[in-house]
């Protein structure tokens, strides 16, 4: 079957780092996707990792484990605004549908 | 925003009763997806279509269906609706992107009473 486990809640405070693991058990893998989503808003793109390794962009970095079924989304600098649901999404072997964790709700205080 | 745009924003209807969404993907992008997003399961793929052909099929009920016009807009049917019918529903075009993400629209938020 198709799993993505992520932790339901985490906290942090301004200005730290903060580490979003995801875990995924499909039948098919044509890459993983990140998400972020504000309460009752369109999920938006944040990071895409196909090959092993870790993936920068500004204060988001993305890591993947192919072999270990595992990733994780790292921000840096924390801010208010961060405060959000962030989404792990993994394709499918149809290289079609994302598979979508239930996501993590990230709440950043100051 | 994204550039794929989705009508009604709010739709407040009865069980048993049928509505229609819409979905204008971004531009040049061929392919459209729909996704049901409630509380308890987090978001769902329903359906895919690309260049106006059904590509791939997630969780969708009988009760709904898709199609994609030749303009590329496509609409969600969703019929006898439920009480547990009630959800957030995107849809999203890929096409474009850099690592051919998905773009979402704002979504429809439906009220089933």
């Known amino acids: 079957g198709q799993n993505i486990d992520q932790p339901t809640e985490m906290t942090a405070t301004e200005g730290a780092i903060v580490q979003i693991n995801c875990t995924y058990q499909?039948?098919?893998?044509?890459?993983l996707f990140w998400y972020q989503q504000h309460a009752g808003e369109a999920p938006t793109f944040l990071s895409y990792?196909?090959?092993?390794g870790l993936e920068e962009k500004g204060r988001f970095s993305s890591f993947l484990s192919r072999s270990k079924g595992y990733s994780y989304l790292l921000l840096k600098e924390l801010q208010m605004k961060d405060s959000a649901s962030y989404l792990c999404?993994?394709?499918?072997?149809?290289?079609?549908?994302?598979?979508f964790g239930k996501g993590t709700t990230l709440s950043v205080s100051s | 925003d994204s550039g794929v745009t989705q009508t009604p924003k709010h739709l407040i209807t009865a069980t048993g009763q049928r509505v229609t969404l819409r979905c204008s993907p971004r531009?040049?992008?061929?392919?459209v997806y729909w996704y049901q997003q409630s509380l308890d399961q987090g978001l769902q793929f329903l359906i895919q279509?690309?260049?106006?052909?059904?590509?791939a099929k997630g969780n969708i009920l009988e009760r709904f269906s898709a199609q994609q016009f030749p303009d590329l807009h496509s609409e969600l049917n969703l019929s006898s609706l439920e009480l547990g019918d009630s959800a957030l529903y995107f849809c999203?075009?890929?096409?474009?992107?850099?690592?051919?993400?998905?773009?979402f629209g704002p979504g429809t938020r439906l009220t089933v009473l």
């Open positions: 999203a075009s890929s096409g474009g992107g850099f690592y051919n993400e998905q773009f």
């Open positions: 499909t039948s098919g893998f044509n890459g």
């Open positions: 990792n196909v090959l092993d």
């Open positions: 999404a993994v394709k499918d072997q149809a290289g079609t549908a994302l598979i």
């Open positions: 531009s040049g992008d061929l392919s």
């Open positions: 279509y690309y260049n106006g052909e059904e590509r």
